[in-house]
C-alpha cells in the first residue's frame, strides 16, 4: 500500500502563504498521480489541484494562479505552493495517490489517503 505523509499546515493571515508536503512510500513514485484536496467544515470535499504520473497538472479554479503543485522525485514528495490565501481557503487538506496515475480531479479515484492537515486563514 502507498503510504502518505503530509506536514505544512497551520495558521496564516489572509494574503500570506504557506507550502504543504506530502511524502508517499510504498509505490513507485513516478507512476503515482498525487492529489491535493479539502474539506471546509459543513462542505464536501473537493479537489486542489493534481500533478498526473505524466507530469500534467491541473488547478481548480478556485486556486489557479495562486497555487502551484511540484514534486521532487528524489524525496518522493509533492509539494503544494500556497499563496495569496484568502480565508475561503481554510480547509483540512489531504494528499492522495492513484496508483494508476490518471490524474483526474475525482476523490473516487485516489484509493490512499493521507491524514490531513489544518490550514486556517485568517482575515
Known amino acids: 500500500d502507498v503510504q502518505l505523509v503530509e506536514s505544512g499546515g497551520g495558521l496564516v493571515e489572509a494574503g500570506g502563504s504557506l507550502m504543504l508536503s506530502c511524502t508517499a512510500s510504498?509505490?513507485?513514485?513516478?507512476?503515482?498521480?498525487i492529489g491535493w484536496f479539502r474539506q471546509a467544515p459543513g462542505k464536501e470535499r473537493e479537489g486542489v489541484s493534481i500533478?498526473?504520473?505524466?507530469?500534467?497538472?491541473h488547478y481548480s479554479e478556485s486556486v489557479r494562479g495562486r497555487f502551484t503543485i511540484t514534486s521532487d522525485s528524489s524525496k518522493n514528495t509533492v509539494y503544494l505552493q500556497m499563496n495569496s490565501l484568502k480565508p475561503e481557503d481554510t480547509a483540512v487538506y489531504y494528499c492522495?495517490?492513484?496508483?494508476?496515475?490518471?490524474?483526474?480531479?475525482?476523490?473516487?479515484?485516489?484509493?490512499?489517503w493521507g491524514q490531513g492537515t489544518q490550514v486556517t486563514v485568517s482575515s
Open positions: 492522495a495517490a492513484d496508483p494508476y496515475g490518471l490524474g483526474l480531479m475525482l476523490d473516487s479515484t485516489y484509493d490512499n
Open positions: 510504498g509505490f513507485v513514485f513516478d507512476d503515482l498521480a
Open positions: 500533478r498526473a504520473s505524466d507530469g500534467n497538472t
